[in-house]
């Protein structure tokens, strides 16, 4: 049966089901598919530094690792794509996506190292990858940018977690990215910016699709169109003291005060506005599993799939259909 909206919130505790390689913690996963292979990468640390939650001393160890499945169930280790690289922008990575552009794959990547901002690889495979020339491998450098939102300018700074979507839109391809906006509260900064590129290359600022007004970051965003809907899927997060006052009016309790939630976003076309509509949490998974940071893919059968960080492990892919109003029902894995 579809997981309802009482029924994520009142789940149970979660299972440690999924992928991860030996020795090691997952999260943050984007997906990649060439013909019948899938290819995740995913944020990952050596289990042995002793906490998960000990981010001062997991950060600048994180690597990008790789692996491949043909049913989205069961994944072959391929190991790490990029390690950090001291001293340089690589120096620590988060997390990125992938898209086919040309006659080759791109991996569009945090870099928060020195200088900071978005790295670029290529690849002709998924497996081999290198960083691209220009900029030293910086292909968007941490900086003020302005684009425009509902018609107004914008000032906005990048954050991370840049989402290449997968083919061209009006005749550019898009990165969707965490992003601060500029001028407004801390609490309540955070905007799913764009940018625009012909060649990845060089990019400049599109619309700002979001912002809410509700949370500090909008973190790694998905963004696809279905149906004649355009969804963006993203993890709100909070670590100022003050939770936004909008999202304690508007989301229901007890997530209003919980600082980090996963929400689905609809609109009717590409430039927004984007609305939290109908079933638009996402906070607790069937089965009684919590993951943060959802990521959509079509699976092999056509059908689409959520797979999850959970319990620092990449989950099994959660059957996903569409209800009347455009909201996402999640079904069991098994």
């Known amino acids: 049966m579809p997981t309802t909206l009482a029924a994520l919130l009142l789940s149970a505790a979660p299972t440690p089901e999924g992928f991860a390689p030996p020795g090691l913690w997952t999260w943050d996963n984007w997906f990649a598919r060439d013909g019948d292979t899938y290819h995740a990468y995913y944020l990952s640390v050596a289990s042995c530094i002793g906490d998960p939650n000990d981010w001062g001393l997991r950060s600048g160890l994180v690597q990008i690792g790789h692996a ?117 509260p801390h609490n309540e900064s955070g905007c799913l910016a764009t940018l625009e590129s012909t060649d990845l290359l060089h990019w400049t600022p599109g619309p700002v699709l979001a912002f809410p007004r509700f949370g500090e970051r909008l973190e790694t965003p998905q963004l696809w169109h279905h149906g004649g809907r355009w969804y963006l899927l993203t993890g709100v997060a909070h670590d100022q003291p003050a939770i936004a006052p909008r999202w304690v009016a508007e989301l229901p309790a007890p997530t209003n005060q919980h600082r980090r939630a996963n929400l689905v976003l609809q609109a009717d076309r590409y430039e927004g506005p984007y609305r939290l509509v109908g079933n638009y949490l996402l906070d607790r998974l069937p089965g009684g599993r919590f993951g943060y940071i959802h990521k959509l893919v079509s699976g092999p059968d056509g059908q689409d799939y959520l797979l999850t960080s959970s319990n620092n492990r990449l989950s099994l892919p959660f059957p996903v259909t569409y209800a009347a109003d455009g909201s996402l029902e999640l079904h069991d894995p098994r």
Do not use: C
């Not at 083919?167 to 965490?178: D, S």
């Open 68 to 184: 491949t499945s043909s049913d989205l169930r069961t994944w072959t280790d391929q190991g790490p794509v990029l390690v950090p690289q001291p001293r340089t922008p690589h120096s620590v990575l988060a997390t990125g996506s992938v898209a086919r552009h040309g006659d080759r794959w791109w991996m569009a990547y945090s870099a928060h190292g020195t200088p900071a901002g978005i790295g670029m690889l290529e690849s002709t495979d998924l497996y081999r990858w290198q960083r691209v020339a220009h900029g030293d491998g910086v292909v968007v450098p941490r900086g003020t940018y302005t684009g425009t939102f509902e018609g107004q300018p914008l000032r906005w700074e990048p954050l991370a977690d840049p989402f290449l979507y997968p083919e061209p839109i009006n005749g550019k391809m898009v990165i969707v990215i965490n992003a601060r906006a500029l001028d407004v």
